[in-house]
């Protein structure tokens, strides 16, 4: 009857040698949400999980892009000093960004400026992409 109670999560196995017969066998806990391999749209995700419209900012202005497959970090295609995965423009942001500590150029710290610049003026600095966002939001309410 106990054993049915248990779910496949729930049930693992200790190899413990014969010699360690009367001794508590130590084992460490993996998490298993750390083998997964972390990508830029996943880190967007959970960074806004309480701002989805910034999440649906990040597809519009970057498909989830930060860094682009030779390293380099992506620019914006019609000005090229927006940059990373929230076009954050520099010209407009750098020093602000790095009074702060920030360097736009670094996904957590892109994302952050992008926080902050959401927390001060809404989704203003993003009007440009809304007519992308605000369909999708649209669409999902």
Known sequence: MILALLTASA???VSVPEAAYGNIAMTEAVDVAMTEP????????????DVPVM??????ESTFRHE??????????????DTGVMQINKRFHQSSAAAMEL?????EDNMAYARHLYETQGTRPWNA?????????????
Not at 68 to 81: C, E, N, R, T, Y
Not at 103 to 107: C, D, F, P, T, Y
């Open 68 to 81: 682009l497959a030779d390293g380099s970090i992506l620019q914006g295609k019609v000005d090229p000093a």
């Open 103 to 107: 360097n736009l150029e670094v996904l």
């Open 11 to 13: 049930v693992s196995t």
């Open 55 to 60: 999440i649906e900012i990040a597809r519009c």
């Open 38 to 49: 972390v990508t830029t749209e996943s880190a967007v995700r959970a960074y806004f999980h």
């Open 129 to 141: 992409s809304s007519p992308c966002w605000n369909k999708t939001l649209a669409a999902n309410y």
